[in-house]
């Protein structure tokens, strides 16, 4: 089974790679050192500063092993490559909510960048799927569940 592509911009791909060295070299070490230091304390099947060490150790593994798989799948979106009228992958689009006249501004992301709090939504989300190739004028109905929501696309900018 291929492995899915993972759309980042480069930015994104910047965070992986920095976090992915900052598990490696700092992370790990730690670990070890909380690790060797709670088996120093005796009988390690009631030692509970032992087996939290070695549960966040399997925590750091497992996200190192995440982020060389999505390293390794990593295609940088590229701003050149994407039509400037239309919504894609780096975008910013603003939308008006029709029913309560709202207006908000998101950039479109891969889902690995995604940030709601900070404006960024992923291209896997509901409201994400529905903008993408929208035009500036376009009408979108997008299923929540709580029910439908309806945008208008005011603006499209990189």
């Known amino acids: 089974m291929p492995e899915k592509?993972?759309?980042v911009s480069e930015e994104g791909l910047r965070k992986l790679e920095?976090?992915?060295?900052q598990l490696k070299s700092v992370r790990r070490r730690e670990v070890a050192e909380r690790i060797r230091l709670a088996r120093?304390?005796?009988d390690l099947s009631e030692n509970s500063e032992y087996e939290?060490?070695?549960?966040e150790q399997a925590f750091i593994e497992g996200r190192i092993l995440t982020l060389e798989k999505m390293l390794r799948n990593a295609?940088?979106?590229?701003?050149?490559?994407?039509?400037?009228?239309?919504?894609?992958l780096g975008t910013v689009v603003k939308l008006r909510d029709l029913e309560t006249g709202e207006e908000a501004s998101y950039r479109?992301?891969?889902?690995t960048e995604s940030d709601p709090g900070n404006h960024k939504i992923s291209?896997?989300?509901?409201?994400?799927r529905a903008l993408m190739n929208r035009k500036s004028g376009d009408r979108v109905e997008v299923?929540?569940?709580?029910?439908?929501?309806?945008y208008e696309v005011l603006e499209i900018g990189r």
Request: proline fraction near 7%; glycine fraction near 8%; avoid cysteine.
């Open 123 to 128: 291209n896997e989300s509901p409201v994400g």
């Open 18 to 21: 920095e976090e992915l060295e």
């Open 143 to 150: 299923n929540v569940p709580l029910g439908i929501i309806r």
């Open 52 to 55: 939290d060490a070695k549960n």
């Open 108 to 111: 479109i992301v891969g889902s």
């Open 75 to 88: 295609r940088i979106i590229k701003a050149a490559e994407q039509n400037p009228q239309q919504v894609t």
């Open 40 to 42: 120093s304390f005796g």
């Open 5 to 7: 592509e993972v759309l």
